[in-house]
């Protein structure tokens, strides 16, 4: 159907850093090719071919339903959903209503690529007019500012990665834990839902600054700024459980696995130090870590996508927000047109993009 087609490639371009007015053009440009005729995908042997009308409808009609679908789309998207109470009576806020929570617990956000210090609290805001006119410009991903108010334990669980609620409970032994704790993250009062599988656990403190990064594999402390509930990205949604008032005092079991684990790492670093031969030309060495390249980019894009015009998308995003420029960006895809195709669309799509994230 033509709605379905709309709402999934308006709501990609949008989770992608797209405005609403260059995800409406990208939408309709695509729709409108299908229609001419001139629109090529890959199958699933890897071969290029046409992409056949959505529905039996003339091009006037397609475009007519498009335009229906991006307007009712859009107007959905207005900063004004509400939180939803399950069967548990336990509270969700999805999108725009976990970010107008999080405001109106005293926590300030900002946009996520904005250009600003993360560790600086003038860089964010609780004025929700403000945020409001971000969201109505596309723009869904923003950083929360917790410090002072909060801590949060993010517990990452990625298919590729340890994971970090065993990691957790390696370090506290259920039976050890208060009840919120037992059976998470059901059993916990307040907590964000990521859209890899983990989550953040909110914590009310105020007391000093911790100074632990990681407490266990994949089990890292947030005490300055975390990604604010209801933001998305491309590959989903950060959904708030339950209310920031509701979240419990830090426990002072987890306070003590903090410093102990801080002791651990000033034990080891020492321990390394001691090790290290004392000569000027170790002291002198310097370590640089590897730039990320564009064949790096490419094929995250690979990976995601399986469509020329996604994987362009994606890539001059990455590229974008990776400081490389747009020509050269524009150079690399039109040097691999085996991994991204080069239509006549090819150059207004990657220079899209890089005018969107600039201006973001």
């Known amino acids: 159907m033509i709605a379905d087609f709309v709402y999934s490639r308006m709501n990609s371009y949008l989770n992608g850093g797209s405005t609403p007015e260059s995800a409406t053009h990208f939408t309709r440009g695509e729709l409108e090719a299908i229609y001419r005729g001139n629109h090529h995908s ?21 475009m007519a339903k498009c335009n229906t679908a991006i307007k009712e789309l859009l107007n959905s998207l207005a900063i004004n959903e509400t939180p939803v109470n399950t069967e548990t009576n336990t509270t969700v806020f ?5 970010i107008k929570h999080t405001i109106a617990s005293g926590i300030g956000i900002k946009f996520f690529f904005v ?49 970090g609620l065993q990691n957790f409970y390696r370090l506290f032994p259920r039976e050890t834990l208060p009840a919120e704790l037992q059976e998470l993250p059901g059993s916990f009062p307040c907590y964000v839902q990521t859209p890899t599988g983990g989550f953040h656990l909110y914590f009310r403190y105020e007391g000093p600054e911790l100074k632990l990064r990681e407490l266990a594999p994949c089990v890292e402390v947030k005490e300055w700024q975390l990604i604010c509930p209801g933001s998305r990205r491309e590959n989903g949604e950060y959904i708030l459980h339950g209310e920031l008032k509701d979240a419990p005092p830090l426990y002072g079991l987890i306070i003590d ?52 015009h996604d994987r362009q998308v994606s890539f001059a995003g990455r590229a974008c927000r990776c400081k490389f420029s747009g ?14 195709g080069n239509d006549s669309d090819t150059e207004n799509t990657i220079l899209s993009v890089f005018r969107d994230n600039r201006a973001a």
């Open 94 to 98: 999805t999108r725009s209503a976990a």
């Open 42 to 62: 890959r199958d699933t042997s890897g071969a290029m071919r046409k992409t056949p009308p959505l529905e039996a409808v003339d091009i006037t009609t397609a």
């Open 327 to 340: 020509a050269d960006t524009l150079a690399y895809v039109k040097a691999n047109q085996n991994i991204f």
């Open 115 to 163: 250009n600003s210090k993360d560790n600086d609290p003038a860089a964010y805001t609780t004025d929700l007019q403000e945020i409001a006119d971000l969201w109505n410009q596309g723009k869904r991903r923003f950083k929360a500012f917790i410090h002072g108010q909060f801590l949060a334990l993010d517990i990452d669980r990625k298919p590729d990665k340890p994971d």
């Open 257 to 308: 696995a903090i410093e102990t684990a801080k002791r651990k790492k000033e034990c080891e670093k020492e321990e390394r130090q001691k090790q290290k031969p004392r000569t000027r030309a170790a002291a002198d060495t310097q370590f640089t870590q590897s730039r990320i390249t564009l064949d790096d980019l490419a094929q995250e894009a690979v990976t995601a996508y399986a469509g020329n």
